[in-house]
């Protein structure tokens, strides 16, 4: 129901740049620039409450949004002193679409509307320029046959490029007045027996047929798949802009252009931009004529080139942004038709921002702000060059688990791409899925590309630790393993070994063939932006790292420490996998620490490794994880291996393997589970944990290193009697090796959160000796929602579609729910111990929003992989920044 | 360390019946008997906290104990006139064991200590009975020799067995004087070979090494299992009880018996008992002679038979309870060797609990108190005639997973057991593990016994709703299904098809061939005690019932409602599961639509009986819970037959079910999240329960039932959006029909809390709508603990016995974690609607403590199998009285 005292058409005099919400966003500027005293053509927007109307109202156009439109179309008639349509002077309108956030060439546009039969002439009498007046009134009708009148598009172009034929013209300039008339009577008989009704001749019936065309574009279905891939949600509906045509092809002193106030790749403060004389917008894009650069036009017209300047230069300042803006010349007078914002690389929106600062434009807080954090993976990482990118055939879609660029000969098995790699081919590594057992073969690849998985997946969570390219869960290959073939078949291709593909982890495609590849480079108005930040946050940033390779790449990105190693990964090497796989078999508890003696020097190894590249720093170590039954071969093949090699029979290892099948291995015999079961495994580890750090600290094997710091991690608690059989354990071998080396270790024994329980009982945990918590959000996101990572995808698109989840859960921490059993969990902790550590390790803890909660909810650090250490470093300032921008 | 000031040793004086932890049961009871003035022979009793102080010495009887002991035994010889082992007159003591808890047999007895070689003469002389005094001395060293010094009891067996078979002697009782003296003589030899030291003849040395023992005994093999499956817990260790020994074997005015207040059968109230004259409790035992019936002593003995029952009556009525006594007489005199309340049957503790009501010993609230709620049990299904059960072989142990007992012949599959039966055989079901097609088949056995699963596997689950007898996760068992043959490996027994066994679902035992059963019966004791249970309960007591049977049972023990009707079930008969797959298989919206429009009538039926049954009450349904997968075949042979039937190709089949395979089933695709992707599901079923409330109340198909109260229950919801979703279209499917048939259905809508994030959400899913909880504790607790209860069983029991769980938390819900989310849940829920109605629907539902917990939390109802019901009725109550006990 409209309301009669509901304002549903603004004039561009009345809005500004803080009503998106109503005006759109194209409308919205318009009106700003405006207000700025910009010679912007005049024009007034319908608002996007008269769109839910328009569909409440069961999709028509309400009388009272009428009644206020006819009322601001007089207002601008009067203006402009010329009527809608007007048979000797007309008036024309274009229409256009425009939604609080931008959704691109999504909606519909008609340019040209107030031409009909009689105004055509009187256009072409007062504008002495018959060819351009017939040529407008083609496109109107182009235009509206296909977007108002539902018209195929090939219907026109058919009849156009006929009468080109005929006529022996090239290109459309090449087209006569009088052959753009024949062109007109074509297209309105083809109009009549498409659609049996004649091309409206009335312009206001034009216009409303137009409005109501570009309401109706709000739910049409690549606006639909728009705002589902961007996940914009909330809207109400598009706003409709009326404003009054200006024309750059009236002659050789108008013209039409676009140009940006600092340069899109590089962010250099350089005006810049194209534009073309005697011309209208579609033929810049056309690419017919050569458009010339902007500073040509301080030759031309040295005038409307300062004012266009000026005019820039003064948008940019009034929004403390880079402008990209759409200018048209229409017989020497220059008009502004949009401005915004401009789109650029990460490279450049970091020295844009630090030059800002710079130049006195933006604060630094406000600078700190301006970058989208997640943008600065592609400083971190290779990207592909942009046109050979682009001429390149997409094959196939995935999910982007990794960022970065990857080229390479595909190979089917971990062990082909360790051994190509080494006679220095470059390989992808593809597979159903991943298992630890790859990890080698990852490391290898360029690249690596799963068939099945998420975002979370074991590829993808060990790739982003890598900083290598993954597109995951790419579920259009299907991967025969023996006969070595990657097939798509909805696109019938066949990929042998060996073939070439090339894949964007930022975006999850997969491309055929090689792309070029650009190297990313770090700039030293990155170091500025990042010294800023950590100027700002209060958080620390720690990273997840599992060996010394990725500890010193994440330290040199700014980690300030380790917050997560996984130990699982570390057992799945050479020797170690047969020695873990004796103490799955081994039938008693002196054979199992036999077995265990055996791992003991490699673990103490690693971890050495690691308290090397993080001296002065803590290195937290999370005790084994993973269920046994990841360290048994699943493969009939793998099994017949093993017998051999092992020499037990394969009926004992099956049934063994049998034994260690779990129906829900999400909720299994794992992590502190299994050390109290078999509490042999965490003695080893733990004390090749202190064994380590007591040889860093007297230099044995390498030189001295100060500050060793471990803090030992059990994971899966979910009992505070659990915490207390282990960490007893723990702490007496610790304090045994301790006091036998005469050293002092700054050592902490805690625990991962990451079964609800464990949040709910946080006080007991904290009670029994727990010096810091973790949480682990991935398990706790799928306990807490009861939700499987493995299974999840398939129905998860769907729930964030129908907004039941504003994020996949897995991506973005649920701060609703999930966070709730964090907060929670804190608030008992510390109401035990009011300094209790607390991190976060799962892969959130990268993610801006959930370390913007981290920060909220009063975390000691975030963790995450190398690669996001310095996207954590930011987001974490800007929630400092946010924070007091509220307060304030 | 030992305090000077603490008083180790007590007088039996100087205790009472409060002082169990510390005194032991046995020697509580000791002292209290005392304070009444009974004839007990004196003693005293050395603390728990001795046994404590013992261990942490590192097995030594500290020296302040033995001080204390000292003085003690120097008062006892003051008392007795005697000394111990006085060469003329000796004293002679017992040293017994006693703990807190009772654990019969499991520690160790040692009587006649103070006897040595000159002793005995003195005894002998001073009782003018050699045999009896070497007797004595025979017995001494036998219990010392194999308790104290470790010996094998079969080396002094031998010894007495050749003596015997040289003497021509067939019973111990035709030894003479002369061949006991042989006896002790050889006794004192092998024990000299054998452990290289002499029998000790210091008899304060024999007291000590005893109370040593004793000590030991508390941490032996067997005490510490039976403490682990009795789930004994908290004990410090055993009191030792010291006391002067009386004699029933001096002659004929000599004599010893047990007795009881009342029946323990029946719990008649009529002294009973049996005793023997001139003998020792070991003679009774030993079934030499036939004890006579307690009576007979009235004749034989008048003054003492009154004694007795007077002492008896006494005590009874000071323990307020049944007494199990045992006395012995010396020379003429009555001594009470023990009291303790006295074991009994179900039936028996019903009955004596309302007669004491009407004898004004207890109150009603004492008598509710006095029975175990899981005793119940016994009384609502057929159990074993004990006489014909001892003589049965126990041939496996599983898991007692519902109570009862069956006979019947072995069958391996559903189809067999129904057809069996209809012949009139009956059978016992045996599968690896059952699935949900196997209901008829269940259904139609007597009893069913599977190898695989938990306390609440299917089967389990299944068959404590049908009140049927099932033994689960029997591991010992190997099922042949192909052969059809059932092995018992570790006993080397075979069963075929056809062979008898029977089972006993109460204690989990598996026996060979066929045992007598009785058929419980309720008496009207039970119904009186339930009119009580249901008079001071607060919470209402509903049954989880799927069938129109399940419910008229569950009614008939007092349920007041459904709180889980389980509409997954309904899918597997016939023609449903075909209607269910087809609409699995079926491409599109359509096709789906068309298959559950087969199904929609037989809902339409269910719910109908169910209302019937239920007519007045409220009947929750929770709509679709199970995966998809679940209904889908997953045997080689089944998926070709179903091939054939759908006339779908195998290959399509398999791909189906792989693309339905999920790697953590617990956290999948089902319940609500399958109703986001199908709604068209939860629609059909909506349609069913509204549609068969509105016939029901029109008398359609029957006649009118006034008072049909559906409740319908959303699972697995984790969000309030998908709770808003799906009430939104139930409500107005729901609305529509009650409109049109113009009749007032009073329904609600509700949902289950399962999900830990539910729990965390609950204010903005009762903002959403929601007008009631049920707690689903099963997946509450998987979920919150992150344990499958698949799998948890391989560590769940070590976890117990460390006491990490105080119980298996799917048997008793874990309080504290679990529990932890119920309560925010309330508090949430209910600070928006104060009066939202709350269950609980898990199998927690019908445990006493679960009860207990359900209604300190301000739960509105329980809801438990149907057999369960009266459990749950009387554990509310209890939970009321100790609360009033509590408060005042």
Known sequence: MATKNKKYVYSFEEGNKDMKEILGGKGANLAEMKSLGINVPPGFTITTEACRLYYEDGKK?????????????????????????DANDPLLVSVRSGAASSMPGMMDTILNLGLNDKSVVGLAEKTGNARFAWDSYRRLMQMFGSVVME?????????????????????????TAEDLKEIVTKYKAKIKSSKGVEFPQDPK????????????????????????????????????????MVFGNLGDTSGTGVCFTRNQSTGEAKFYGEYLMNAQGEDVVAGIRTPLPVSALQKQFPKIYKELVDTCNKVEKHYKDMQDMEFTIEEGKLYILQARNGKRTAAAAVRI?????KEKVLTVEKALLRIDPNQLNQLLHKQFDPISRDKAEVIAQGLPASPGAAVGEVVFTAEEAFEKTKSGVDVILVR?????????????????????????????VVARGMGKCCVAGCSDIIIDEKAKILTIKSKNIVIKEGGFISLDGSTGKVYAGKINTQDPVLSGNFGTLMSWADKFRKIGVRTNADTPHDAKVARGFGAEGIGLCRTEHMFFEGERIKAIREMILAGNLEARKKALSKLYPYQKGDFAGLFREMSGLSVT???????????????????????????????????????????????????????????????MQVMAIIDAAIEVTKGI????????????????????????????????????????????????????????RAALVADKIVEAGAEFFSFGTNDLTQMGIGLSRDDAGKFLKEYVAQDIFANDPFEVLDQEGVGELIRIAIKKGRSIKKDLKVGICGEHGGEPKTVE????????????????????RLAAAQAVVREMAKKS
Chains 1, 2 share one sequence.
């Open 151 to 175: 018209m195929e598009h090939s219907d026109f172009e058919h009849i156009l490029e006929t009468v080109k034929d005929t006529k022996g013209a090239k290109y459309d300039t090449d087209l």
């Open 853 to 872: 909660f981290c920060h909220r909810e009063g975390f000691t650090y975030v963790s995450c992989s190398p690669f996001r250490v310095p996207i954590a």
């Open 621 to 683: 170590i999370r005790l084994l994880d993973a269920p046994l039954h990841e360290f048994l071969p699943k493969e009939k093949k793998d099994i017949e291996e093993l017998s051999k090699e092992m020499k037990v029979d394969v009926k004992t290892l099956n049934s063994k393997i049998e034994d260690l099948h779990e129906f829900n291995p999400m909720l299994g015999h794992r992590g502190c589970r299994l050390a109290i079961t078999y509490p042999e495994i965490y003695d």
């Open 205 to 244: 019936n034009q216009m409303y047929m137009s409005v109501n065309a570009v309401f109706n574009s709000w739910n049409n279905f690549r606006a639909i798949k728009y705002r589902e891939i961007n996940n914009i949600k909330g809207l109400i509906g598009t706003a409709v802009n009326i404003q009054a």
């Open 432 to 460: 159903t899925e991943t298992s630890p057992e790859d990890i080698q073969g990852m490391f290898s690849s360029k690249g690596i590309l799963t068939a099945r998985g998420g975002m979370t997946s074991h590829a993808a």
């Open 61 to 85: 156009i309400n009388s009272e949004v009428k009644r206020q439109t006819d009322l601001r179309l007089a207002e601008l008639e009067k203006k402009m002193g010329k009527k809608l349509g």
């Open 701 to 756: 094997g390498g030189k001295k290193v100060a500050g060793v710091k471990p803090e030992i991690m059990i994971p899966i608690v979910a009992t505070s009697k659990e915490f207390t059989i282990l960490k007893d354990r723990a702490i007496n071998i610790v304090e045994t090796r301790i006091k036998e080396s005469k050293i002092k270790i700054d050592y902490k024994i805690g625990t991962m959160i990451e079964v609800p």
């Open 353 to 357: 921002a630090v030059e800002m600062v």
